[in-house]
């Protein structure tokens, strides 16, 4: 009696598990009920150029949101130069997209980058198997010392 | 003591269940995530839309709307324009963004926001609020003539609180 009850329970907690670790898998790829961060960075003391470079892969068509934020946290007084921040992916024409200069620094300067907007977020449709990037480039001036801190959040949508 | 372990087993799925609960719990409570009210992906659209309704909200509140779009198939002669807008009531009454997105027909790919004229700046966010029982809108029109232009159209609407 106390065997068969005791299997009958093992089954029941090994169900349990096995349940909820496929509800887990199973959600995101049908649909989803508010959107989920997939990807999220903080990069400090940032100086110069960034080629381009990935943010991540979707491995899901869909539709996402990139929240950016960029400060210069020192600035160089000398500095005359300014730095952009730009966005790349692939949509479902099967060529690149880009939203060049989404915020652009003041180097002479510390604070919040813009580029006459406020910090952004932006929505874009990219196909699944096609990186999602960014880059910093210099846009005016030769460079300077100036140190950056970038802040990022990616989330799906659908 | 097989009394013992039958119990501890039974318990033992009643456990699991109650911290999972508990997480989600103490998540929604650090950092609540918004709730999708409506979606829609329009694909290979050949025609205008006509004010369509987005959503209803039974109350009132903060909305915040994701919406991307993307010329599918160009006509490199047209002149027409394919634009993109949203409607919606709030405390003082109707409000409209009528060009949230464009694109001239004679260029593939992402739609330009009217926030940004230099640069495509792409998929726009705009986060209103609105009253319950008044629609939230959208519609798409073309400036200027069929041409045989597609487009696609995607959105999220999100209920911020």
């Known amino acids: 009696m106390y065997k068969t009850l005791c299997v009958a329970a093992l ?8 349940s909820g670790s496929k509800r887990a898998d199973a959600s995101p790829a049908t649909t989803i009920s508010s959107p989920v961060i997939i990807v999220k960075g903080k990069l400090a003391n940032l100086t110069g150029v960034i080629p381009q470079t990935t943010i991540f892969t979707p491995t899901a068509t869909g539709l996402y949101r990139l929240t950016v934020y960029a400060t210069t946290t020192t600035a160089d007084p000398n500095g005359g130069s300014y730095y952009g921040y730009n966005l790349f992916f692939t949509d479902v024409t099967g060529t690149q997209q880009s939203y060049q200069e989404l915020l652009a620094s003041t180097d002479s300067q510390i ?16 196909e699944a198997g096609t990186p999602v990037s960014y880059s910093l480039t210099l846009e005016s001036g030769p460079g300077d010392t100036a ?7 990616v989330e799906r949508l659908e | 003591m097989h009394k013992a372990l039958c119990v501890a087993i039974l318990l033992l799925p009643t456990f699991v269940l109650s911290q999972e609960s508990n997480a989600a719990k103490s998540s929604t409570a650090e950092l609540p995530s918004p709730l999708i009210v409506a979606k829609a992906k329009l694909k290979n659209q050949t025609a205008a839309i006509p004010t369509t309704t987005i959503y209803t909200p039974a109350q009132d509140g903060l909305y915040r709307l994701s919406v991307y779009a993307t010329m599918i198939t160009n006509n490199e002669f047209s002149q027409s324009q394919w634009q993109y807008g949203v409607a919606w009531t709030d405390d003082e009454g109707s409000q409209s963004a009528p060009y949230l997105l464009y694109q001239g027909d004679n260029v593939l790919g992402e739609f330009w926001s009217s926030e940004n004229q230099l640069n495509p700046m792409g998929g726009v966010i705009l986060s209103f609020e609105a009253k319950a029982g008044t629609p939230i809108t959208y519609n798409m029109a073309q400036n200027g003539s069929p041409d045989g232009t597609t487009y696609s159209l995607y959105y999220v609407l999100e209920r911020l609180e």
């Open chain 1, 11 to 18: 089954l029941l907690a090994t169900l349990t598990f096995v």
């Open chain 1, 111 to 126: 604070g919040v980058w813009n580029n006459g907007l406020v910090p952004y977020s932006v929505a874009f449709q990219a």
């Open chain 1, 147 to 153: 140190v950056f801190a970038l802040y990022y959040v």
